[in-house]
């Protein structure tokens, strides 16, 4: 059974930085393409950023140039760095396995004005 575990959000002012982590369980870890969504309230759930096996990356263009997605497959573990966030980055990341379609249960980042 897969497990997703995320951390790091919090509070933060606009400008600032965030790391978000994503524990994995199971196997196969490497080959899967995993990811990042935020819903922001009364909002769809939207991707944020992926990450392939092969470390192939795509971002949503409202983040591209400010957060970056990386992973360590020893680990079994994916990170998302934000810098210089945004109000409207505001909401719940879900971690997310494309190839077993998992879901962790969500940390909250608010971006303070």
């Known amino acids: 059974q897969v497990q997703l575990v995320e951390s790091g959000g919090g509070l933060v002012q606009a400008g600032g930085s965030l790391r978000l982590s994503c524990t994995a369980s199971g196997s196969l870890f490497s080959i899967s393409t995993m990811g990042w969504y935020r819903q922001a309230p009364g909002k769809q759930r939207d991707m944020v950023a992926t990450?392939?096996?092969?470390?192939?990356?795509k971002y949503a263009d409202s983040v591209n140039g400010r957060f970056t997605i990386s992973r360590d497959n020893a680990k079994k573990m994916v990170y998302l760095q934000m810098n210089s966030l945004k109000p409207e980055d505001t909401g719940v990341y879900y971690c997310?396995?494309?190839?077993?379609?998992?879901w962790g249960q969500g940390t909250q980042v608010t971006v303070s004005s």
């Open positions: 990450i392939t096996g092969y470390h192939t990356t």
């Open positions: 997310n396995d494309q190839r077993r379609g998992a």
